[in-house]
């Protein structure tokens, strides 16, 4: 079962994340954006209703959230340590301070459903909201990195809750933008609230960024020493994750702003309802990717702190250095005769089998993506007038493609894990709950298998106008977080830092490929081919990091 807990905890903490900025967010929207004291013309009671509702969910989930992580502590910490770890837990800082955290936001949450719910409307009652927030967002200052840091940790402490108020603002704010378009979906709200909130929150958006990398710059110079440090860590490889998905959060956001703005110059409304939304829609993937990544940081220790850990920005280089792929793989019973040494507790001998192994696993899955993009791009191709009796025979290659996916998870089924069932001795469930390596192997390979199957049920002409290709991008999206999260040991050999740079890239990459996917079903022309083709070229990009994929052999 420590293989459960370890695979949850490394999400729990993105969850808690995400109940964050609802909870806090809600409280900028309330008091910057939406202002509700001032009476706007089409401020209906289901709008002030939904949104302190936002409010008080997020802050009930968060506090079940943080409740969560103590209890997941105790269990990875009773199951290695194999014993109660009372009463030396209860005097930690992790555990004083989630419980503190854990009542001060239930607090809060009560405040806000059985007295700010009933006077929405009132700016003296946000503002003792706020007030009451107050003690429940300083006390994360003692569940973040800079607590335990001897050099500035007050300042650092500072710092990262502020960094942490910006991202609220911002990702809580789009969280709202999300719930007005629906509730004018919904003819819940007057249309003309749209864009007023939306150019409202244009300004404050802006101005959240920029706490965010006003704070954010400082932190990473503190725990970032060496150019290496920030190439060559987990740390410095997840910070690089996200100032990657920052900057496509604010390409999207960009996208928002023009929109806005060209509405107010021209009042022509086409981009604001028909393009706007679904940008929004893919902004909000994005940065709740960037939270759970995020979450995946706050585990890692700091590069300054891991100097003989760091391995040099040619070693990572070589990662994605193209290779011959390796098409044979070494037998089942070579792999298993290396594997005592390989997993030894002391003394590891790596086994040369065990990395053919993987190496032809990964070739062979960048094979089959490679195959299957190449055939997806050639749906967004117009054939040249020569060749156009090709198009009847490929049109069921362009359209099924994803039959690849059915075959990929097959062949992952029993190639990931070697060593449990089906090949190996180790039972199936045993493996499962006991590792949490494997766990993600087996969750990995059902989302390939699944994503297959349903994609091929969309592409049938009955289904072209359900929701069902709709599943495609989310199960993506899903797939880059796993990857995003994927086995984050905190002092981790170089080596395993060198797999983990692999997964992160393709993380990324995942999340391009399911939001490019998400707007080509949403998106009118041009937008919609100009979405789907990006996505499918994503997906060439994972095939050929799978395909000259060569794990370190040291």
Not at 59 to 71: D, M, S, T
Not at 385 to 396: H, N, V, W
């Amino acid at each position: 079962m420590a293989g459960i807990a370890d695979f949850l905890d490394s999400l729990i903490g993105g969850f808690a994340l995400i109940c964050f900025c609802f909870a806090v967010g809600s409280l900028f929207w309330g008091l910057f954006v939406l202002r509700p004291w001032q009476h706007e013309a089409g401020y209906t009671p289901a709008l002030l209703d939904r949104t302190v509702k936002l409010l008080y969910v997020g802050g009930f989930a968060l506090a079940g959230a943080q409740l969560f992580k103590v209890i997941l502590k105790i269990w990875l910490m009773a199951a290695v340590l194999d014993k109660w770890p009372f009463p030396e837990f209860a005097e930690t800082t992790q555990f004083i301070g989630g419980i503190v955290r854990a009542l001060l936001t239930v607090g809060l949450a009560c405040y806000c459903r059985f007295i700010l719910s009933k006077n929405p409307a009132s700016k003296q009652y946000w503002q003792t909201a706020c007030l009451v927030a107050l003690p429940m967002i300083i006390s994360g200052a003692w569940l973040v990195h800079a607590a335990g840091r001897f050099d500035n940790p007050v300042v650092l402490m500072g710092l990262t809750v502020i960094h942490q108020l910006g991202a609220a603002a911002w990702i809580g704010g789009v969280f709202h933008l999300v719930n007005i378009w629906i509730m004018r979906s919904q003819s819940k709200i007057a249309p003309e609230l749209w864009p007023l909130l939306l150019k409202r929150f244009s300004h404050f958006g802006m101005a959240s960024v920029g706490v965010i990398l006003l704070t954010g710059l400082p932190m990473a110079f503190q725990y970032i020493d060496s150019w290496n440090g920030f190439i060559g860590t987990g740390y410095g490889n997840l910070l690089m994750v996200k100032i990657v998905l920052l900057g496509l959060a604010l390409s999207l956001a960009w996208l928002n702003k023009t929109a806005v703005q060209d509405y107010f110059a021209t009042r022509n409304s086409h981009t604001l309802t028909y393009r706007l939304p679904y940008y929004i829609e893919a902004e909000s993937l994005v940065l709740i990717t960037l939270l759970f990544t995020a979450a995946s940081l706050a585990s890692q220790p700091p590069a300054i702190d891991i100097p003989n850990l760091t391995a040099s920005w040619q070693e990572v280089i070589s990662m994605f250095a193209p290779q011959i792929p390796r098409i044979a793989s070494p037998t089942h019973q070579d792999l298993i005769a290396g594997e005592a040494g390989r997993v030894a507790i002391i003394g590891q001998v790596p086994s040369e089998a065990a990395t053919a192994w993987s190496d032809y696993n990964h070739n062979i899955s960048g094979i089959f993506l490679t195959t299957m993009s190449l055939f997806a791009m050639l749906s967004y191709i117009r054939l040249p007038a020569s060749l156009s009796g090709l198009e009847r025979y490929l049109a069921y290659c362009t359209r099924y493609w994803p039959i690849g996916f059915v075959g990929m998870g097959i062949f992952l089924f029993f190639r990931s894990d070697a060593e449990t069932w089906p090949l190996g001795p180790i039972g199936f469930w045993e493996s499962t709950f006991n590792n949490g390596e494997v766990l993600q192997h087996r969750i990995a390979t059902l989302l390939v298998f699944t994503l297959g199957v349903l994609e091929l049920i969309a592409r049938l002409p009955k289904n072209q106008n359900s929701k069902m290709p709709y599943f495609f991008p989310i199960l993506a999206a899903f797939g880059g977080l796993m990857l995003l999260t994927h086995s984050h040991v905190g002092f981790q050999a170089k080596s395993a830092f060198l797999i983990q740079v692999g997964h992160t890239f393709m993380g990324v990459l995942s999340l391009i490929l399911a939001c490019g996917r998400w707007l080509e079903l949403k998106l009118d022309k041009p937008g919609k081919d100009i979405a789907g083709f990006i996505s499918v070229a994503a997906m060439f990009q994972i095939g050929l990091v799978l395909m000259f994929y060569r794990e370190p052999l040291y």
